[in-house]
């Protein structure tokens, strides 16, 4: 009879558990800010095979995170300009699709950001060339506004991917335009450190992996793109949409659970 009664209590005390981690876990609403390669471009299905997509997958698989929701904001050749809040191009994209989530006050509202591709480019985009001040100066503006507007949320900003030295398509990248990205990287770096001290616990650094990564994995995990000056290498592929996508899930994760 103890014995059945222990075990009740157990069961119990288990059940108690089990429904307080419930109530712990973070509901989280994510908008994803970006380009092409957050929108998938070149993918068969991007609706279930982008990026963004895969980031949700992977963190509504995590402990301690509950439902996870999202809302894909990526827009081919876009640049930094293109999302600034006077130019009224695609902020106001973004603004409808956080206002969504905006009277959700138990979920945690998360920006997700990464451009800077076709900033770096010689010629075509939007602004281009930008260079790391103005790239600099443009994302603050942009987290800047979208941390007024949205009083609870934080923003994580990853580092732009690799792309290869021959890339040229409709418009021109090129070597020039990947050493220009690679200047980005530090610029990311100090902004981050410094909204440490001016807004601390609202902006995050994401992940840093994804350019390594696809600088050595390029010809598995990127499609092979015929270009103006030969083949060149900037879009994941199913594959690659997946890594990358995890790799901004381990990261917001990260943010979410410290």
């Known amino acids: 009879m103890k014995t059945i009664l222990l075990t009740g209590m157990m069961l119990l005390a288990c059940l108690g558990l089990w429904r307080a981690n419930a109530q712990e876990n973070k509901q989280v609403n994510l908008v994803f800010i970006g380009n092409s390669i957050t929108y998938g471009a070149g993918l068969e299905n991007p609706v279930r095979e982008a990026p963004p997509v895969r980031t949700a997958i992977y963190l509504g698989k995590q402990p301690f995170?509950?439902?996870?929701?999202?809302?894909?904001?990526?827009v081919s050749g876009s640049t930094t300009v293109d999302f600034l809040p006077e130019k009224d191009l695609l902020y106001p994209k973004v603004v409808a699709a956080a206002d969504q989530f905006a009277d959700e006050d138990w979920a945690t509202l998360v920006f997700s950001i990464m451009l800077g591709t076709n900033d770096s480019a010689?010629?075509?985009?939007?602004?281009?060339?930008?260079?790391?001040?103005?790239y600099r100066r443009n994302m603050q503006t942009i987290i800047d506004s979208l941390l007024d507007r949205y009083t609870g949320s934080i923003v994580v900003v990853h580092r732009p991917l690799w792309y290869s030295p021959t890339t040229h398509n409709g418009s021109v990248y090129l070597k020039a335009g990947l050493e220009r990205l690679e200047s980005y990287y530090p610029v990311l770096q100090a902004m981050i450190e410094e909204y440490e001290k001016t807004r601390p616990g609202r902006v995050f650094l994401g992940d840093t992996e994804g350019f390594d990564y696809f600088r050595k994995h390029y010809q598995e995990?990127?499609?092979?793109?015929?270009?103006?000056?030969?083949?060149?290498?900037?879009?994941?592929?199913?594959?690659?949409?997946?890594?990358?996508?995890?790799?901004?899930?381990?990261?917001?994760?990260?943010?979410l659970i410290h």
């Open 122 to 134: 010689e010629k075509g985009p939007n602004g281009s060339p930008v260079s790391p001040e103005q």
């Open 221 to 255: 995990a990127f499609q092979a793109e015929a270009g103006n000056s030969g083949t060149f290498y900037l879009h994941p592929n199913r594959d690659g949409a997946e890594t990358l996508g995890q790799f901004w899930g381990k990261a917001l994760y990260k943010v």
């Open 65 to 74: 995170i509950g439902t996870v929701r999202y809302s894909n904001q990526g």
